[in-house]
Structure formats: C-alpha cells, structure tokens
C-alpha cells in the first residue's frame, strides 16, 4: 500500500507552447487528472467554458474574491488578472485527486511555498523560431502581441531553474509521454512514502 | 540542447523479486540502457568480446586490479571471479550511455557515494507471501534456503528508505512501464540541467 494523496502538478509554459494540447492528451491517457480551475479578468475564447477552463470575473469580482482573502496568488498577466482559489486544491489532494494547476512563472513560486510537496513543471518550444512560427499560426494576435509575447516568454524562462522537470515540446506525442512518465515517476519517489510490504 | 551525459542506474532487489525479467524488457524498451562491463577471470564463450561481455583477465591480473584498488566490488562464483570496475563507469556516461548496475544494498551505497548523481531504484515485491511462492516456483532452492531468502530480503527492505524509487513488482508490464518511466523522468529534470532554448 502507498500513500494514496493525490499529487499537486503545477505547469508553466510561455502562451503558444502547446501546454493545453499536451494536457488534453495527458488527461486522456492518465486517468486520476484534474483541473485546479483559475479565476480570471481576461475575455473567454471561443469555446471556453466558465467553471471549466477558468471562472471569468469581472475585475470588480476578482478584487471582491481578493478583499475576501479567497485566493492563494494571484498576479497580472498581459493585462489581466489570474488567481487560484484556495477553496478546491487541498480537498482534492486529500481525495486522491492528481490536480493541476496551470499557472504562469511567479504564481507558481508562490504554490510551491503553500504546497512544498507539488511538482513544478515547465513546458518549452524547441527554438524561440519556433514559438514565433506557432503564435503565428494561431492567428489571435497581431504582430506586436507576438513580439510581446516572445519578450515575455524569454523573461518566463529564465524561471525554468525554480522548475522540477522541464519538457520540451518538439513532437506533441513524445511531450504527452514524457508528462505521463513524470507523473508515474513521482509517484514511486521513496520521499513521497514507502509502501507497505508485508 | 540537453546535457547529453548519461544516467548511472543502480537496481537493487531481494532475490526472487523479478529485477531480471524486468531489465531484460527494460532494455528491449529503452534504447540507451547499457551494463557496465565487469571483469571476470572466466573463459569466454563463444561470441563473447573482450570490452564487450566482459573484460576478460587471468587471475593474476584479477588480483592486481584489486591490489591496485580499481574495483568497485568483487565476488567469486562458481569457481571464477567478477568484478566491477571503477574506471569503465565514467566512461561510459561521458559518452552519453545510460549504465544499469545490479548491486545489492550495501554495495548501492558504496556507489552513491562515489556517484552522487546516480538513481537508486529498488524492486519488491508485492507481499512477502509473494515472494516465497515465487522462490517455490523458481524450484532451486530448498525450504530451508527460501527461509533464509526471505529473512534476508526483510533485512535488505530495511534500506529502502536509502533509495530514490520504489518499484512494485505486481505485474511484470507494469514494473516495466514503471522502469522506463524513472528513466525518462530523471532525464527531465532540472537538477540534471537545462536545455538551452534559443
């Protein structure tokens, strides 16, 4: 017997590296993920749900949620503000639950402080070349935002050394198993808990 | 760009846990796994090479590596003797190859020292009971012996805690999966440096 506890994950990446898909894939292949659901000020994309991929707030909302000391971090990003409530994680953890928390760089540092024992992930492009082509691609942003973006995904991964394991997103496929396998891993890390054999 | 240096993979097991099967599929699996090559005074076989299976030595050179202190461990079995060289290990990683080394508990710390960047993995099995209807089945042994093998292994689980993974050998595809995935995950992380994203 092992410790049953869930594990805290906590991923990080610059926008356009492919965390959504890589976590869409890994949610599928590993079957006790779940979602830590943020709170946010931006504007959902198209086919965002509330309560799903994040809870949207007003900024009103969101400074209510803070005055009511509701949230564990919260940080402005790009012009909006992202929190994470600290009402879901600890029960979930306690259920069993593998959680993750998708969170940018400084909010991450600050869950490692509440929750020494989560795994700090960080997702990066092969080449910044190749971030750049991705943004692109998307086609949601303008050539500034892009320009932006990449300032601040250079800024992000100076980060990367405050991370537990760092995967870099070439092949989709190789970056999902690669996630599987640090999950698995902890798992069975002797600090997380002997089993039991008798 | 990774650090491409390899990974020094100390497996421990009580006897009748499995570790055997479990390397052989590992390495079916991962492409990079390698022993490290002892040395041993036995006569080759055929096909056998010399740096390849084995360093071959004549008894007397045997017993000038040990006078000369270039051998990790060294044990005689049926008649021959083998050894694990101190020299064979660095280089190898150097060259990028990932080292399996089977050793028992004593001998794994004797390595963790000398390594400090090494995994210690650990193989048990699921239950005590388990592992005696395992040693029964294998049929080399008497009862007398199996008592004495499973008397050991409760002094060898004592180490346990010494080690980084625990591996429950359950299923034999799973211990596998299990292997591979420590593997994979230790070359992930951080602590075993950066990519360089430029």
Do not use: W
């Amino acid at each position: 017997m092992r410790n049953k506890k869930g594990l805290l994950i906590v991923v990080s990446a610059p926008a356009g590296c492919g965390k959504d898909t890589i976590l869409e894939a890994a949610f599928n292949l590993c079957d006790n993920l779940h979602y830590s659901v943020s709170v946010t000020t931006r504007t959902p994309r198209d086919g965002e749900q509330d309560g799903v991929h994040y809870f949207f707030k007003t900024r009103e909302e969101f400074a209510e949620m803070l005055k009511n000391n509701e949230l564990f971090e919260h940080t402005e990003y790009a012009g909006n503000l992202y929190g994470t409530p600290k009402s879901t994680i600890p029960e979930m953890l306690e259920a069993g639950k593998d959680v993750v928390l998708i969170i940018e760089v400084e909010g991450a540092e600050n869950i490692k402080k509440i929750f020494p024992d989560c795994v700090l992930i960080f997702v990066l492009p092969p080449s910044l070349a190749e971030l750049e082509r991705r943004l692109k691609k998307r086609g949601t942003e303008t050539g500034d935002t892009i320009k932006r973006r990449i300032d601040i995904a250079k800024i992000e991964m100076s980060f990367v050394k405050n991370y537990d394991y760092v995967i870099i997103n070439e092949r989709i496929e190789d970056a999902v198993a690669a996630f599987a396998a640090v999950i698995q891993a902890e798992k069975l890390t002797v600090k997380r808990g002997l089993p039991i054999i008798s």
